[in-house]
C-alpha cells in the first residue's frame, strides 16, 4: 500500500491525563494535517483504565482515515503525534500507565502484518470495549480480517463474555 492507492485506516485515541478531550482534539488535528481526511469519528467514550490501576479516566474514540501513506510511515507518523502532544514512552512488556495520548493502529483495510515493529490489525482490540464500542459506532459492518467477522458480531461477543452470559 504506497503511491496515490488510497485506503482506509481505523485509529484508536486514547488519553487520560491533563486536558484530555484537548489531547484528543490536538491529535485529530494532527492526523488531519499529516495523514489524511478523517470521514469518520466517533463520539468521545469514558472508560475505566484497563491492565493497570489509576483514579483518571480515560477519554476514548475511534476515526475513520483516508490516506495513500505507507503504513510504516503512517505508524511512524503516528507514533510522532504522541511524542510531540507530550507521550514520552509506549508501554513495555505488557506494563501500562496513564498517558496524555495513546494513538493506536487498529486496522488498514485488509492489510495483514506481523512484524516486530507493527502488528495490524491490533493484536487485542477486539478484546477490548473502549476500542469495539467506538468503532461499531462509525463502522458495524467493518470485517476483521483475521477473525473474519464484522465489528458488530465481535462487540456482541465481547459484552456477553463481560456480562457473564
Known amino acids: 500500500m504506497n503511491g496515490t492507492n488510497e485506503y482506509t485506516v481505523y485509529l484508536a485515541l486514547g488519553s487520560n491525563l491533563g486536558d484530555k478531550q484537548k489531547n484528543i482534539e490536538e491529535a485529530l488535528d494532527k492526523i488531519e494535517e499529516r495523514i489524511g481526511s478523517i470521514t469518520s469519528l466517533s463520539a468521545f467514550y469514558l472508560t475505566s483504565p484497563v491492565g493497570f490501576q489509576s483514579e483518571s479516566i ?3 474514540c475511534v476515526c475513520e482515515v483516508i490516506t495513500h501513506l505507507n503504513i510504516y510511515e503512517l505508524f511512524a507518523i503516528t507514533q510522532g503525534i504522541e511524542k510531540e502532544i507530550g507521550r514520552s514512552h509506549k508501554s513495555k512488556n505488557g506494563q501500562y500507565a496513564d498517558r496524555i495520548i495513546d494513538i493506536d493502529l487498529i486496522l488498514a483495510g485488509n492489510l495483514v502484518i506481523d512484524t516486530p515493529e507493527l502488528t495490524v490489525p ?3 482490540f477486539h478484546t477490548r470495549s473502549f476500542v469495539l464500542d467506538p468503532l461499531y459506532e462509525i463502522a458495524p459492518d ?3 480480517p483475521l477473525l473474519e467477522k464484522p465489528i458488530r458480531q465481535l462487540r456482541d461477543e465481547l459484552h456477553r463474555e463481560q456480562s457473564g452470559d
Do not use: S
Request: proline share 11%; no cysteine.
Open 122 to 124: 491490533h493484536p487485542r
Open 142 to 144: 467493518l470485517i476483521h
Open 58 to 60: 480515560f477519554v476514548n
